[in-house]
């Protein structure tokens, strides 16, 4: 008694979890729906890729279904995929992008008119006297660079020697592996190299 009502509430359980599964027809097929889960059944419609149905259950390797003009009917579950239609995914990322990019020209368009208009005036400052070069502080050098115009050296470049050192330091532990293994099979086999 108590086998068969524990295997009834497993399958209640079963079939509720089943129901809320949506599943789609798989890509480029057109699949009978009959009304046996054998297939011995008469046919009672035909479905094709990217369609959706509703799961009400499963039984080995058929799926009950309903269909979305509220038919139902048995299916095999190799024609079924969870994963939703490439065509409807491929339109919906499609829309995201022409939005994405009506936002950008939109974006774009204030931008230019925020640089088009006018900035507001403000009264002139008197122009401070040019204070001589022997009193100039070294380190304010970069900073006037940056804004009188002149050009900043090229930053050096510190990957060669990062890969030079990373390069020789593999040569190096290579080199030390082989001694240490060297030197262990010479211990192990009484002095002879067995390699």
């Not at 095999?76 to 022409?98: C, G, H, Q, T, W």
Request: proline share 8%; net charge neutral; charged share 25%.
């Amino acid at each position: 008694m108590r086998a068969e009502l524990l295997a009834a509430l497993c399958a209640l359980a079963a079939s509720a979890a089943a129901r809320a599964e949506s599943l789609y027809v798989v890509e480029q097929l057109v699949v009978n729906v009959n009304s046996a889960p054998d297939a011995s059944g008469e046919r009672i419609a035909t479905v094709k890729s990217g369609e959706r149905m509703e799961v009400l259950e499963r039984l080995r390797d058929q799926v009950h279904v309903q269909l979305p003009d509220g038919k139902d009917g048995w299916i095999r579950a190799s024609y079924l995929s969870a994963d939703e239609p490439l065509k409807a995914r491929l339109a919906a990322s499609a829309a995201e992008v022409a939005r994405l990019k009506e936002e950008l020209s939109h974006a774009q368009a204030q931008l230019a008119g925020a640089h088009a208009a006018p900035a507001p005036s403000a009264p002139p400052v008197a122009a401070a006297p040019p204070a001589p070069a022997a009193t100039e502080d070294s380190s304010r050098a970069p900073q006037r660079a940056l804004f009188e115009g002149e050009p900043e050296a090229p930053p050096r470049r510190l990957w060669p020697w990062a890969l030079g050192s990373a390069l020789g330091g593999l040569a190096l532990g290579f080199a030390l592996g082989a001694l240490v293994l060297d030197r262990h099979i010479r211990r192990k086999y009484g002095g002879l190299r067995i390699y």
